[in-house]
């Protein structure tokens, strides 16, 4: 027996995964957040997944610790390598080895035993010119994988990987979000926000994510330490 | 640039997992063993991994804690679920949602640091009667994961998820351990084993192994509270 309205929703507190969790909302699903404590630089992302979780009436949020540093091998994880300040070529140094299967694994768990069938990730096209896990032919394996794995799929029930944002740019999210009543001034997106939300105003994200509000001709409601050139 | 030699084995410190790290090292890759404190009812599993890890002269032996008692839904993580004395029907009460997935995540993210394209896990035929996810077209779907979800698989590397016990008999998995020397007195598979190594004598693991060693006619070195039945 599966109850087919309920979902998981991966949440990390940032603009990617909120509109993620504002189409979930609206498409109708009861919405269990799930976000991850995995040795981020700061808890601010987590104090605005928290935030976020209840502001959406989500019914429940688990914040998971994972420890991804002991695998160390990326600057967002790895206190010995640094952030870059430059926008960076190919996969980016902040990628997180096998963080998306990682996080996609937990969901799937708690999925599991939550009998749902749904989940949802916000990987989105700017993330996948450079992070292997974020383009649709993974997603299309994981499904098949999560269906292989489990008690629901031996008995004949098909997961669903939602992933709304994958063929959408940053402008277009951010559109979407908008006609949600997403308020983004509450999402973090910089890699190493500051305890009152302030972003850096230097890392690559906090230029997608400012670049994106440029090009949706939407004010970008952020608070950068850093003027953004 | 990948190690081709490298090779992580999941190492749970049992039977199958100690058979499957002395075929891993016959075979001649360099060992990294990756072991997992998820809430366990008792740690000396993990000593046993420690144990063998070192006896088989691993590069590395990692313990990932995680936590899938905040997940829930089984009777190995979950307190308020009694382990069966019976043999279960179906899909056992101790199966863990996505366990599999988890730790072949785990070891996923810690191959793509090493540059290895090697991962050895010891699911068998046995234990797929009940658990989806140690079917052999589970295993095939995790290596198509695999090779999409990463930098070498980006660049051309392909995944190898080796299960070299995945058609065997428990007899036939001992038989072949004895073959390489693996010394079994030193592997503990029971789900409540208490300090001293001694085995519950009840549970399925131990039925299991014991009618493994009977089907082999090899004699049962493993410590049991309760004669087994």
Redesign the interface.
């Known amino acids: 027996m599966t109850d087919f309205n309920k979902a998981i929703v991966l949440l990390s507190g940032g603009l990617d995964s909120t509109t993620t969790l504002a189409i979930a909302k609206k498409l109708g699903f009861e919405c269990y957040a799930l976000s991850f404590d995995y040795g981020q630089r700061h808890i601010t992302e987590l104090l605005a997944a928290n935030h976020i979780a209840k502001s959406y009436g989500t019914k429940e949020h688990?914040v998971?610790?994972?420890?991804?540093g002991?695998?160390?091998?990326s600057a967002l994880t790895d206190d010995s390598i640094d952030i870059p300040k430059s926008p960076s070529q190919g996969?980016p140094i902040t990628?997180?080895?096998?963080?998306?299967?990682?996080f996609l694994?937990?969901a799937?768990?708690?999925a599991?035993?939550l009998n749902a069938n749904d989940i949802f990730i916000g990987v989105n096209a700017i993330d996948y010119s450079g992070y292997?896990?974020c383009?649709p032919?993974?997603i299309s394996?994981?499904e098949?994988?999560?269906t292989?794995?489990?008690?629901a799929?031996?008995e004949g029930a098909k997961f669903k990987i939602h992933a709304p944002l994958i063929d959408l740019s940053k402008a277009d999210i951010i559109k979407k979000g908008i006609a949600l009543n997403v308020d983004y001034a509450k999402t973090v997106s910089c890699y190493q926000a500051d305890e009152e939300c302030y972003a850096c105003g230097v890392c690559d994200s906090c230029r997608f994510r400012n670049e994106g509000f440029k090009d949706a001709n939407i004010k970008d409601p952020t608070l950068y330490k850093n003027q953004i050139k």
């Open positions: 688990k998971i610790k994972i420890d991804l002991q695998i160390g091998g996969i990628y997180v080895p096998a963080r998306n299967t990682l694994s937990y799937l768990a708690w599991e035993v292997p896990d383009r032919k993974y394996a994981y098949n994988l999560a292989l794995a489990t008690k799929g031996v």
